[in-house]
């Protein structure tokens, strides 16, 4: 059984920090890419970054050089190190283990960024 627990989320003024954990069940991380996606209200999922099973890292134009993701596979933990925060990364954040064939989600957790 897989599962994907997100926490790490709150409110946060703008040019605030926040770091996002994803805590994931058994051999998750070494089986499978690991992303961040948001969905922020009337607007699409979007992929925010990911992770290869090398640890290389992408990130969506709109994120690069604020956010920062990693894995930590000892802990069965990935990580998404949020800075410079603005008001339009507002939206709820889901942990996304991926590989070919299977997609597993997380419960996602809550981002308010104020300004």
């Known amino acids: 059984q897989v599962h994907l627990v997100e926490s790490g989320g709150g409110s946060v003024q703008a040019g605030g920090s926040l770091r996002l954990s994803c805590s994931a069940s058994?051999?998750?991380?070494?089986?499978?890419?690991m992303n961040w996606y948001r969905q922020a209200p009337g607007k699409q999922r979007e992929l925010v970054a990911g992770?290869?099973?090398?640890?290389?890292?992408n990130y969506a134009d709109a994120v690069k050089d604020r956010f920062t993701i990693s894995k930590d596979n000892a802990k069965n933990t990935v990580y998404l190190q949020m800075n410079s925060l603005k008001v339009e990364d507002t939206a709820v954040y889901y942990c996304?283990?991926?590989?070919?064939?299977?997609?597993?989600w997380g419960q996602g957790t809550q981002v308010t960024v104020s300004s």
């Open positions: 996304n283990a991926h590989n070919i064939i299977y997609d597993y």
């Open positions: 058994g051999s998750i991380l070494s089986r499978n890419v």
């Open positions: 992770v290869t099973l090398a640890g290389r890292a």
